[in-house]
């Protein structure tokens, strides 16, 4: 007897973390697992924040805090708006949540009514539909291929709005493809959505200081956009602050007012002592940031070389994150024994039964043609992963 909500049923469960849970599951078995799969940076949070939570439990920080987030916080988040990006905003446009997950989905529940649409460029982020489904909206996929680098055009944002178009979803640098929007690019979209007021951006930035190609542009930088543009950021991938749960919008005063209101009845204020820590992050030295781009980027260039090196593997260059994804699609219809590759997915079980790599494939990201890897991981990690890739793929006939 299913006695759970349509809500619920409607929604799928998160590839990655299935893809992780099944790849813990081998390792506990004792089965040497190189997983590739999960978005976190293998980094310890630098000193100096644990520092500041260290301090902030023994200064009691150990109460509710304001909805939105300390005052503290969200004004150096204004100072880091300002800095970083030549952004004004104030503290009463700052809303932080228990990570950017949160916030993203805050945004698309405080403006989604059934039946709107939301444009998602795919390849996306496999919780972008979900939340929108939540919602009990419509999400409305505009597909990039890898020949476009992974990136929407503007006539192809164009062609998608519609009268009923309330949000557009942009992730830049992205996961799960690395792509980074350049200045000219966002321009070209924000063409585009000068014509259709109505529709509002969610920009999801998280990814902003992990970025190869110099400095991080934001679509809100551009006059006509800022007032229709929510900014999400937060703290788990620039600070290898994954598991301390702090994300944030920046945004007009009428959306932040909604968040809060959503936010102040399912959660209330995000950890006190995370909260913090984040503003340590944000407020002292940001070495450990540019030192970890660095062995990003160091690593990029490894699994780049690597991948291109596999055949049947169609591989671009990310300017971003630590995600890799190559096209796979050569491989579809290809077997081993009785087992038959029919899509990504399947190919992604494959390597994880046969390699014990742990890979994500594409579908849920809508790009069943292509599989995520994350090179989150250590360069001898990388080295053995496609090794161990290569020789698995080369059974299949």
Request: charged share 20%.
């Amino acid at each position: 007897m299913n006695q759970l909500s349509d809500r619920l049923n409607s929604l799928s469960p998160s590839a990655t973390l299935a893809m992780s849970q099944k790849s813990a599951e081998l390792k506990a078995q004792g089965i040497d697992v190189i997983n590739l799969s999960v978005g976190e940076p293998d980094f310890n949070t630098p000193d100096h924040i644990k520092e500041a939570a260290k301090k902030a439990i023994d200064e009691n920080y150990s109460r509710y805090s304001p909805v939105p987030g300390y005052p503290g916080l969200r004004n150096a988040i204004v100072e880091k708006l300002r800095k970083e990006n030549g952004l004004e905003y104030t503290a009463a446009q700052i809303s932080c949540a228990n990570g950017a997950k949160q916030s993203v989905c805050n945004v698309i529940l405080a403006l989604v009514n059934p039946g709107d649409e939301v444009v998602v460029p795919a390849p996306y982020w496999v919780s972008y539909p979900e939340m929108v489904k939540l919602a009990e909206g419509t999400p409305v996929i505009v597909s990039a291929s890898i020949e476009q680098d992974f990136k929407i055009t503007p006539a192809q944002l164009d062609e998608a709005i519609t009268a009923k178009t309330k949000a557009l979803i942009l992730c830049s640098p992205s996961n799960p493809t690395g792509s980074v929007y350049t200045k000219d690019e966002l321009k070209g979209l924000a063409e585009v959505l000068a014509k259709h007021p109505q529709v509002v951006v969610i920009a999801d930035e998280i990814y902003e200081h992990i970025n190869y190609i110099g400095k991080h542009q934001s679509i809100a930088q551009f006059s006509e956009m800022k007032e229709r543009t929510v900014i999400v950021n937060g703290v788990s991938k620039a600070y290898a602050m994954t598991g301390w749960r702090i994300g944030f919008i920046a945004a007009p005063e009428w959306i932040v007012k909604a968040c809060n209101k959503l936010q102040g009845q399912y959660t209330s204020g995000p950890c006190s002592v995370s909260q913090k820590a984040a503003e340590a992050a944000y407020t002292g030295t940001q070495q450990p940031v540019d030192d970890m781009r660095k062995a990003f980027e160091r690593r990029r260039d490894l699994i780049v070389k690597l991948a291109k090196e596999v055949p049947g593997f169609e591989v671009n260059v990310p300017q971003g994150a630590f995600y890799l994804f190559p096209k796979c699609s050569s491989f579809f219809g290809k077997s081993v024994g009785d087992l038959k590759i029919e899509n990504s997915d399947d190919l992604a079980l494959y390597l994880l039964d046969e390699a014990h790599v742990a890979c994500v494939g594409g579908t849920s990201f809508g790009a069943p043609e292509c599989i995520r890897m994350s090179y989150a991981t250590s360069d001898e990690n990388i080295v053995e992963a496609i090794h161990r890739i290569k020789e698995a793929l080369a059974k299949l006939k």
